[in-house]
């Protein structure tokens, strides 16, 4: 869509030399009255004005205000001569954009326009991206309905209203920087940073400078000073996952901050100030850690100000299938006798190992639909890991077979038999349905309510 570009000039020939050089780009509009202008972006949308400031009536300046009354989104630009250029300079504290002065090429307008969409577009994308990240981690897009999830969101809730620093625990993949990230944008540091390191992805010798940052001759190679991602952080949050591997080294240097909020860059004998919220994650048992001296007891009392465990996905089943749904975001349909397969694996590695698989269903099922004879070997046989004696082939099709013997059966009891509905449950069309009841010898008669004694029943469809 072309951005609405409005010329307002006395000078009728100028004016429609702009609007046609203009147009092939642009959506323009010219206007050789200013109060005829004024009215029109009264009822109209524009991107952009672009005014002369010397007019009889109405001069650019009360285009400006009327312009800024109505639409603080309209960026205005001053057309002036050079004898004029205070008054323009008097527009831009007013709120005008820019001012160019006449006489000026068509080059250099198309230069100031083009300047002045690259911000617009730099704001719009910055406004976009804040609107999605501030819907992406809010709280009630963590997934999840079970007691422990919920407990989850009241923690995040309690917390994101203050300043403490939070240790969040868990296995991995159950989305601990996501819960960090929940609470930073739920709180009121949410318009500033929040800034994440791994404690493990770094060497131990550059993670002292990645945290703190360093002075300028500090070591070899340090040719300019570094801003640490501490101070990087101010005013917002810093997420330190892994915090249980960091080495001892770090560690007392971060209880040193934890206690003052102060801190030296390496090499530095300045200390620098901030303002920043710590949340800390591990998977990792901290009490093992601190038996075994590899944990200072003293930096986890610091940490765990308030803390909160992420619960394994193994732990929370039922939330398995929204989570489903929600990963394969409406790609591709799931049988439900595939996510019945799915609800009874153990996820060693949570909702990460769960989303990826559910990627690679996507991508390898050449049906609409994942059926449970898509579901990678492994995962059929779970429930036959004891049957030592059969095949994988074998294997796989006593799982196939009894799952959709079972889920028929279950279908079937709950509909009393009526073959239409049960069908409908789950998506199969009836003649699918009835070819797989022959296959298992299930009849819906056995399902249907029986008539007392003596009476007798219409006949029926299976």
């Known amino acids: 869509m072309k951005r609405k570009l409005l010329f307002i000039d006395d000078d009728a020939v100028f004016c429609n030399m702009l609007v046609s050089y203009f147009g092939d780009e642009y959506d323009v509009t010219g206007f050789t009255d200013p109060a005829e202008a004024v009215r029109f972006i009264g009822e109209n949308n524009a991107d952009v004005v672009v005014t002369d400031l010397s007019m009889p009536e109405v001069d650019g300046l009360e285009v400006l205000r009327a312009v800024k009354s109505g639409s603080l989104d309209t960026d205005v630009v001053i057309m002036t001569a050079y004898g004029s250029i205070d008054t323009a300079v008097e527009a831009m504290k007013q709120g005008a954009y820019d001012y160019i002065i006449k006489p000026f090429t068509t080059d250099e307008l198309s230069l100031h326009l083009k300047n002045l969409f690259e911000k617009r577009r730099l704001f719009e994308e910055n406004i976009d991206l804040r609107k999605f990240v501030d819907t992406k981690y809010r709280p009630e897009n963590i997934i999840g309905e079970s007691e422990g999830m919920r407990e989850v969101y009241r923690f995040i809730e309690r917390v994101s209203q ?62 300019a000073d570094k801003t640490g991602l501490l101070e990087y952080a101010d005013g917002g949050t810093i997420f330190l996952d892994e915090i249980a591997d960091a080495p001892l080294s770090i560690q007392a240097k971060l209880l040193r901050f934890l206690q003052d909020r102060k801190f030296r860059s390496v090499g530095s004998n300045k200390e620098v100030a901030v303002d920043v919220r710590v ?36 732990e929370r089943r039922e939330d398995i299938p929204r989570l489903i749904s929600l990963f394969l ?11 019945s397969l799915l609800c009874r694996h153990d996820w060693p590695g949570n909702v990460r190992e769960l989303k990826n698989l559910v990627e690679r269903m996507v991508t390898f099922t050449d049906s609409d639909t994942i059926m449970p004879d898509d579901l990678p070997p492994d995962l059929l046989l779970e429930s036959f890991v004891s049957d030592g004696d059969l095949s994988y082939n074998e294997a796989k099709r006593k799982v196939v077979d009894d799952f959709n013997r079972s889920i028929i059966t279950k279908s079937l009891l709950k509909y009393e038999g009526n073959v239409t509905r049960a069908a409908e449950e789950l998506k199969l069309d009836r003649a699918n349905f009835q070819r797989l009841m022959r296959k298992y010898r299930i009849s819906s008669r056995d399902f249907k309510e029986q008539p007392p004694d003596g009476a007798t029943r219409a006949p029926g469809k299976l």
């Open 279 to 314: 949340v800390c994650a591990t998977n990792r048992d901290m009490g093992e850690m601190i038996r075994e001296n590899r944990f200072r007891q003293d930096l986890y009392y610091r940490i765990n100000v308030v803390s909160v465990h992420l619960p394994p996905l193994r």
């Open 162 to 223: 203050t300043d403490s620093t939070v240790l969040i625990t868990g296995e991995s993949g159950t989305g601990k920087e996501l819960v960090a990230r929940a609470i930073h944008f739920s709180g009121k540091r949410k318009d500033r940073r929040i800034v994440s390191l791994n404690c493990t992805a770094i060497p131990e010798t550059l993670l002292e400078s990645e945290l703190f940052g360093y002075a300028r001759g500090a070591f070899s190679g340090a040719a």
């Open 329 to 339: 975001d409406g790609r591709k349909k799931i049988q439900p006798g595939a996510v």
